[in-house]
């Protein structure tokens, strides 16, 4: 199993940016996919985004526009950029790998992030 170590999490104003990184165990031309979930209180984790080592990029609707993803295969880090921040951003995102876009088999361990004015 990869292992996924998150970082890049935490408050941040409305309309604020952050930028969470992501770096796996082994070399990330070896995964398929990678992306992000997240999770906020008391909902089900939802799909965020993720990127084949194709190229071929998905987000979900309620980011589509504001974040984007990319990879750095020199230091082997997925990144998730957010920005334009809103309240309902508030969550734990978890970066995964898997065989597919939105499949995954292996989980970090979260970083929360917090939206709040």
């Known amino acids: 199993q990869v292992q996924l170590v998150e970082s890049g999490g935490g408050l941040v104003q409305p309309g604020g940016s952050l930028r969470l990184s992501c770096v796996p165990s082994?070399?990330?031309?070896?995964?398929?996919?990678m992306g992000w979930y997240r999770q906020a209180p008391g909902k089900e984790r939802e799909f965020v985004a993720a990127i084949s080592r194709g190229g071929t990029i998905e987000f979900g609707a309620s980011v589509k526009g504001r974040f984007t993803i990319s990879t750095d295969d020199a230091k082997n880090t997925v990144y998730l950029q957010m920005n334009d921040l809103q309240l309902e951003d508030t969550a734990v995102y978890y970066c995964?790998?898997?065989?597919?876009?939105?499949?995954?088999?292996?989980w970090g361990q979260g970083t929360q992030v917090i939206v709040s004015s």
């Open positions: 082994i070399s990330i031309f070896n995964i398929y996919a």
């Open positions: 995964k790998a898997g065989a597919t876009l939105r499949g995954a088999s292996s």
